[in-house]
């Protein structure tokens, strides 16, 4: 499995993905969950992806090859697209295909399935962010609910859910996702480390702050010390 | 769904079930999911239910039927049985049977399918606690793993995961699984109030205390905004 989270906030988005993949228990990877689409200024798209491994890399290669063709048209190129809409449609066109595709190879119960996360702003236009179903249909965040996530989202929605508003800073919302995916790394083995997360702030069009959180890194340890330390803490305080 | 958690410790156990049913979204009821069958003193059974409402019907109504029944025998009635192990065994296969009954009603495709926490002890013998699969085989809480969760569970278990221990006295444990109830609530409509409190102190072979909580309920609602402000405050607190 997987946990990709992505926040739409009044100062920017932030993004965060596990990088882990297992074919049953005993076939686990490492992969990279996180893409990056962007013309620095004009631009920036950023991809989360959950679910078939086969189906995913398919999609993203077939999206990079298209972006890095010449002849690419505003109807097929995410980075031609007149707008966020528009981009979120052709990769979800993009990925039922694919989707579609694979399943004609597989036998009838064999799954092969994903779902996106896509988040971008074109200069002159709203920051968006869409939660694209394997059949290309998809959904957005709103200021109702300013998060998305895919994957094994349970474990870390409780956090979420108390702590993310619109009005979040850009550093209290690496704060959330970073311990969302904390609360999630514990209690389910099929997410695991290193983390990659992202943050674009508004009206910059471009990747603000890209970083690889490995395994041991000390300031996420430390974090995560603290937020156990802190819940203990809670707990042991209040009374019934 | 439902949500149902049980915790066995070295003073005792503590069970907590909610009580919503639901036939689709539009089609919410309360139904009690924690059972007790218990001859004080000498022996004492809990049963918590979750999944198809048609199956844990049938399943406990039969069970009741055949504890009331002066012919039932060692190996029919829970209440006559040797070892809290012939329990669990007694248990799985009525609920197996029961839900292979139903399955042969439905079509292709419709499920019908339930699982149980089944907690007890008999005088002169030990705690048990165990998690009933559909199928009738089941799973044990031990020392490593103290606690057993059915229906759904992701929500509530960051929080058990890092509180709950063997040694955790039955006071907090009664705030543990009503803080992970209270994030299930929260995050997942599908659970909901009024919820059933158990505690079973060791050796007593009896219910120490059994409560409803209803929606509303001042000392919940008093505990929920408590935690909440715990985990906010802990959350601006940490530094990143």
Redesign the interface.
């Known amino acids: 499995m997987t946990y990709c989270v992505g926040l739409l906030l009044k100062e920017g988005m932030v993004l965060l993905s596990d990088t882990r993949t297992n074919a049953g228990l005993d076939n686990i990877s490492t992969y990279r969950k996180m893409f990056v689409f962007e013309t620095p200024g004009e631009r920036v798209i950023t991809i989360m992806t959950a679910g078939s491994l086969s189906v995913t890399q398919t999609a993203m290669a077939r999206m990079r090859d298209i972006v890095d063709d010449p002849d690419s048209t505003e109807a097929t190129s995410i980075l031609k697209a007149p707008t966020m809409l528009r981009v979120a449609e052709i990769i979800g066109k993009l990925l039922s295909e694919v989707r579609a595709e694979i399943a004609d190879k597989l036998s009838m119960g064999q799954g092969a399935s994903a779902s996106l996360i896509v988040a971008g702003q074109r200069a002159g236009g709203d920051m968006r962010m869409f939660l694209i179903y394997p059949e290309g249909n998809f959904i957005e965040a709103t200021e109702d609910t300013p998060f998305l996530q895919i994957g ?1 989202h ?6 979420l ?3 993310v508003t619109p009005q979040t800073s850009l ?2 919302a ?3 996702v ?2 969302s995916m904390d ?1 999630t790394l ?3 083995l099929s997410v695991g480390m290193p983390l990659d997360l992202a943050v674009i702030r508004k009206d910059a069009c471009a990747l603000t702050e890209r970083r690889r959180i490995e395994a041991g890194d000390p ?1 996420f340890l430390k ?1 995560s010390e ?3 330390h ?11």
Chains 1, 2 share one sequence.
């Open positions: 094994e349970k474990y870390g929605k409780p956090i859910d108390r702590v550093k209290d690496q704060k959330a970073l311990l609360s514990r209690s389910n300031v974090m603290a937020w156990s802190a819940l203990r803490d809670g707990f042991s305080k209040i009374e019934i």
